[in-house]
């Protein structure tokens, strides 16, 4: 059975051993790193060569700050760049958190927190990446909108042959999207489907992921033809497209 590697990045020593402790009777092993340019050399050379499968990273470290480690995080080669990230930010602070998700994390966790609920995060992460976050796909693996292509084994999506950059959330969002194509879908329905949870108050972290799908798929952001908004509602994805 595989033993899921975590990397923390959190200058906090007292809190990252109580979530190391905590994490590993349910099975997860964790190394920590106190500092950003640590916690990216980790990253870019890790122990025994597995590369983690997911980094908890703290927003207020004592060199770099956590949204300039993620933006990095974001531009290295290979399997690093695309490790799933949980970020932790401070109480209250909405803006922080919607900057973190507009640089590539995938989820965050404000402090102080609940470490069951910092395990449940990381489970339902860490669940999104083996099954892709779909209950039920068709036999194809390749889902195709005119010159978008979608798929699900590679995780990848491609727009007339070139990448786009999405985070691994990101993906499942837009996969959740193209395989209810031309249905509505509320932002607790998309949620649900996405986290395993339901959608919570005032959480608003959708649409600033919605709006990185669209920079990343459609020729015009400001005005898609992919991904397209209901008012009052939710989202739809276009059956029809270019």
Excluded: W
Aim: proline residues 4%; aromatic residues 4%; charged residues 25%.
């Amino acid at each position: 059975m595989h033993t899921h590697q975590l990397l923390m990045i959190e200058d906090d020593e007292r809190l990252a051993n109580m979530v190391s402790e905590y994490l590993a009777q349910s099975g997860l092993q964790v190394s920590h790193m106190a500092d950003g340019a640590s916690g990216l050399a980790a990253l870019q050379e890790p122990a025994n060569g597995q590369s983690p499968d997911l980094v908890i990273l703290d927003l207020m470290l004592p060199d770099l700050d956590g949204l300039e480690v993620c933006r990095r995080i974001r531009t290295l080669s290979g399997a690093a760049a695309q490790v799933p990230i949980l970020m932790l930010t401070a109480k209250g602070d909405p803006m922080d958190r919607v900057i973190g998700l507009e640089v590539g994390a995938d989820d965050y966790l404000p402090k102080p927190f609940e470490p069951r609920e910092l395990l449940a995060r990381i489970r339902a992460i860490l669940r999104r990446r083996v099954d892709g976050g779909s209950a039920a796909a068709p036999a194809s693996q390749v889902l195709r909108f005119g010159s978008l292509e979608i798929d699900r084994d590679a995780r990848a999506v491609t727009i007339s042959g070139k990448a786009a950059d999405l985070t691994s959330y990101q993906f499942d969002l837009l996969v959740t999207l193209a395989e209810r194509a031309g249905r509505v879908l509320s932002r607790d329905q998309i949620m649900e489907a996405v986290r395993g949870r339901e959608l919570e108050a005032f959480d608003r972290s959708i649409d600033v992921h919605m709006g990185r799908i669209r920079a990343a798929i459609e020729a015009d952001a400001k005005n898609p033809r992919r991904i397209l908004t209901v008012r009052g509602v939710g989202y739809v994805f276009a059956k029809q497209q270019d």
